[in-house]
């Protein structure tokens, strides 16, 4: 049977020689008689994957030495509550800019633990662009600044990002690894694994020591990121097969060529899409404003909703998965994170255009 052209929003594609490896390994791994996930996870084996990931990630993202990578669990969502149970400290305000759904529940946990701001909104706008920020507005009462960096749900995209004084804490969930990026900009920096890093099941949070160096004894044990920091991520049993899945996708991209090479192809893959997009004279539409289009998730709907219905059930029939718009917008995404192939991308392309013409 042959792979499926994958364009699901999260869990998402992943490299082909990933799960060939991963498949391989799966009864013996290392040596050990055992896979994986049957292995300690204080064994000298698992050890190894565990700091293999994190170096490897460090590597690829040259993240500097004053940052811990930490792996938990619970999901992106967990660190909408976690990020200010750690960091909105008593008689400061936790900065946000509404850009999507992902951002608005971010929000929506951080109002139960503290004081917060909304800097910047697209809201009123369906979230079509990526909101402008005055720095100005970002007042010395500020424990942080939040954005998301990729919004998944919209297909909007952070080009460059802010110069604050404050902290940068970035949701990255859908974009991390798409391409460079400068750590020194942000004080916390997490991503639920699923769309771009691996399977579900393990949240990586980059996170610059200075800023979680007070002791808050008061935060159950397992919210604090200092519980993380102490014991490398081995507190408790972290979700080992997911991390060694993402040492497997980390080892592909340094494969590939690392983030730069990443980037031209993400870049080029977005092209191909939004191309047939401009070019098809109205019959696509894109949900995002062009300055602040996705390279990793691509919105459009077409003239009405019945060929909406009848794109995304010819598109099935040709073998295309995960097309739907998320149920809170309606339309079509394809979502193109790096292990989705050029070739998948192209065969989507042709796929629009030809319905288009029929
Ligand atoms: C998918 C996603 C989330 C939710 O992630 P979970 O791991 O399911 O909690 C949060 N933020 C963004 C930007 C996402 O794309």
Redesign the pocket.
Known sequence: MSRAFNFNA?PAALPESVLLKAQKELLNFNGTGMSVMELSHRSKEYEEVHNGAISLLRKLLNIPDDYEVLFLQG???LQFSMVPLNLLTEGKTGYYVLSGS?SEKALKEAKKVGKTVVVASSKDDTYKYIPELNADDIKEDAAYLHI?S???IYGTQWKSFPDVDVPLIA?M??DILCRPLDINKFGLIYA?A??NLGP?GV?VVIVKKSLVSESLDHLPTMLNYQTYIKNNSLYNTPPTLAIYLLKLVLEWVESEGGLEVLEKRNNEKAKILYDVIDESNGFYQGHAREDSRSNMNVTFTLPDQEKSAEFLKLAKENGFVGLNGHRSVGGCRASIYNAVPVEHVEKLAQFMKSFKNR
Do not use: C, F, L, V
């Open positions: 999260g999901g992106a969502s992902w998301t990729n919004n998944t949701d969930s859908s639920g699923q769309k579900s949240t």
